[in-house]
Nanobody, 126 residues
Framework: QLQVVESGGGLVQPGGSLTLSCTASGTLDDYTMSWFRQAPGKEREGVSCISKIGGYKTYADSVKGRFTISRDNVKNTVSLQMNNLNPEDSAVYYC????????????????????WGNGTLVTVSS
């Protein structure tokens, strides 16, 4: 069993930055970690993921170059640094732990996720 809790959401102006954190109740080194987001009336979409020891990262095209994912397996935390935010980034952001066959990869597909946080709301507005 693993519990993950997101924090760091809030209101930010367009062009601003925000850092989201995901804290786990147990060790994270057996899991890939991913961030998803869901805006009202839209499907949940994958944002970014990081492999078990951080050697591989991937990002959705919509956030590539603006968002950065990182993890600390000693502190059992995952972060998502979000820069140059725009209103289209407004959503509830979810942290999720995943299990993959390949240890060196990660996924932003929901089917591989086994534990989810309850989300943190990010609102980008002036």
């Amino acid at each position: 069993q693993l519990q993950v809790v997101e924090s760091g959401g809030g209101l930010v102006q367009p062009g601003g930055s925000l850092t989201l954190s995901c804290t786990a109740s147990g060790t994270l080194d057996d899991y890939t970690m991913s961030w998803f987001r869901q805006a009202p009336g839209k499907e949940r979409e994958g944002v970014s993921c990081i492999s078990k020891i951080g050697g591989y990262k991937t990002y959705a095209d919509s956030v590539k170059g603006r968002f950065t994912i990182s993890r600390d397996n000693v502190k059992n935390t995952v972060s998502l640094q979000m820069n140059n935010l725009n209103p289209e980034d407004s959503a509830v952001y979810y942290c999720a732990a995943g299990r993959l066959v390949l240890n060196t990869l990660c996924s932003i597909r929901t089917q591989y996720m086994v534990y989810w946080g309850n989300g943190t709301l990010v609102t980008v507005s002036s």
